[in-house]
Every structure is written in structure tokens, then in C-alpha cells.
């Protein structure tokens, strides 16, 4: 079993809609939880970035952690068909073990 | 700021060929990655180097070496390449130990294919 899961998708969605991305991990030891972006032929991309539970919105996007559930979640919304990418999560254990681990990827097409 | 910059961006080797991939990084990070991408994989990693002067093994070593050259550079090398090493290989930077934050910054990656 993959320490972090990642439903791949593809996600087709019209755009303005909200798209809903989710993580599962079995570590209980992960504390920084991240999503990054990558566009086709291209690397990632940092999107968000958070520490334990809660919850972090930054403009159109929104990252909830729930570490009792071991469960991360990205929301975006009005979705644009700029937001065409592969979002993959990413976390760590901590500042002294600063390795990410990655989920697989879960690729978005937003239609205009 | 070119943030973390690699080379080639595309390589074409014969099975058995040998290449050293080039990464460098302008943030003055003390860490330092190398992942490979493939297709329902995710991104795995092959090496790390912890700050200058040090490296260690991830999940997918084998077949790679590695060398930190300097706080800027570190270099990943395929010694007799695998059709199985047929990749989009990405290098990536972080602050590093008990900075406080560990997201790393991504290169635009190298596709390699091995004949």
C-alpha cells in the first residue's frame, strides 16, 4: 500500500464549477501538507502550503487538513480552464525529516 | 532569480550509454532532490542531499549515483542506462533541516528516453 493515495481521475468539470481534489495518507507522523500544480511538460508548482490541521484559503483556492481522518482536501473555486493541470499532493514529517512523499497526481480539464 | 535550473531538457541514450543529468539552484537551499515521474507513479525519490557534502539514498536508487558538488549543484548519474530508466526526472530544492518549511521548488525536468 502507497503511503499516500491519490485518486487519479480525470476530473472534467464546466467551468465555474468547484473542483474537489482529495488526499488519503497512512503516516500519522506527517505534519506539513502541500498541493502543487503541474501543467503538461512542465514541473510543479507550488500551491499551498499548510502545517497540521485546519484549514487555508488563498484566493480562489482552499486546503483543509483533517489529521484525525489522515485526510487532505483541495477546493477551487469558479474554476477556469486555466486551472487545466495535474494537482498533486505532497507532505512531510516535519522540519528535522523535510523529505516529501507524493500522492500520484489527479489530472483536472476545466471546459470552457 | 532563475530558482532551480536543469540540464538537458531532453536526452536520447542507447541502452548500456552512461549520462550525468545537471541540476542548479540559485535560492540558496541546503537541500537538494532528485524524483523521477512516471505515468500513475506520482513522483518517487531517487536521491538527496541533506546540505553540502552529504547524500543518501530514497525510494528508488538503483541504477543512480549522485554527487553534491557545491551548495548550488547537484548532479545525478546513470552509469549504464535501462530501458526501465526511461523518465521525466526532476531535481527540487528546500530550505532544509529545522528551517521550518519544507516545500521544495521543482526544475522543468528532463525527459530521457533509453533505446
Known amino acids: 500500500q502507497k503511503e499516500v493515495e491519490q485518486d487519479p481521475g480525470p476530473l472534467s468539470v464546466p467551468e465555474g464549477a468547484i473542483v474537489s481534489l482529495n488526499c488519503t495518507y497512512s503516516?500519522?507522523?506527517?505534519?506539513?501538507f502541500m498541493w502543487y500544480r503541474q501543467y503538461s511538460r512542465k514541473g510543479p508548482e507550488l500551491l499551498m502550503y499548510?502545517?497540521?490541521?485546519g484549514n487555508k484559503e488563498d484566493g480562489r483556492f482552499t486546503a483543509q487538513v483533517d489529521k484525525s481522518s489522515k485526510y487532505i482536501s483541495l477546493f477551487i473555486r469558479d474554476s477556469q480552464p486555466s486551472d487545466s493541470a495535474t494537482y498533486l499532493c505532497?507532505?512531510?514529517?516535519?522540519?528535522?525529516?523535510?523529505?516529501?512523499?507524493f500522492g500520484a497526481g489527479t489530472t483536472v480539464t476545466v471546459r470552457a | 532569480n532563475a530558482g532551480v535550473t536543469q540540464t538537458p531538457k531532453f536526452q536520447v541514450l542507447k541502452t548500456g550509454q552512461s549520462m550525468t543529468l545537471q541540476c542548479a539552484q540559485d535560492?540558496?537551499?541546503?537541500?537538494m532532490y532528485w524524483y523521477r515521474q512516471d505515468p500513475g507513479m506520482g513522483l518517487r525519490l531517487i536521491y538527496y542531499?541533506?546540505?553540502?557534502?552529504?547524500?543518501d539514498k530514497g525510494e528508488v536508487p538503483n541504477g543512480y549515483n549522485v554527487s553534491r558538488l557545491n551548495k548550488r549543484e547537484f548532479s545525478l548519474r546513470l552509469e549504464s542506462a535501462a530501458p526501465s530508466q526511461t523518465s521525466v526526472y526532476f531535481c527540487?530544492?528546500?530550505?532544509?533541516?529545522?528551517?521550518?518549511?519544507?516545500?521544495?521548488?521543482f526544475g522543468q525536468g528532463t525527459r530521457l528516453t533509453v533505446v
Open positions: 527540487a530544492s528546500s530550505e532544509g533541516v529545522g528551517r521550518g518549511r519544507t516545500e521544495a521548488f
Open positions: 542531499s541533506a546540505s553540502e557534502g552529504t547524500t
Open positions: 503516516n500519522s507522523a506527517f505534519q506539513y
Open positions: 505532497a507532505m512531510s514529517r516535519g522540519s528535522n525529516d523535510y523529505k516529501l512523499s
Open positions: 535560492m540558496n537551499h541546503n537541500s
Open positions: 499548510t502545517y497540521s490541521s
